[in-house]
């Protein structure tokens, strides 16, 4: 049986965590940023975490 191979897009968005959370970024910061204010452009810049129920469907498509 051929070995698994992890989806190249979740790859690239999502890192696991010592703690075993999967961290991500946020969406909607990439053009068109004139009419956010500077507070909501800030807080799209940090990092967020999945989901509880989503986290399941991400782990799978890393191979984890």
């Known amino acids: ?4 191979k992890t989806k190249a897009g979740a790859k690239k968005r999502f890192k696991l965590t010592g703690s075993g959370k999967i961290k991500r970024k946020h969406a909607f910061k990439s053009h068109i940023l004139t009419k956010m204010e500077t507070k909501q452009k800030h ?6 975490y ?3 129920a989503d ?5 799978n498509q890393l191979g984890i």
Request: no cysteine.
């Open 1 to 4: 049986m051929p070995k698994m």
């Open 43 to 48: 807080n799209l810049t940090k990092t967020g």
């Open 50 to 52: 999945v989901s509880k």
């Open 55 to 59: 986290t399941k469907s991400v782990k």
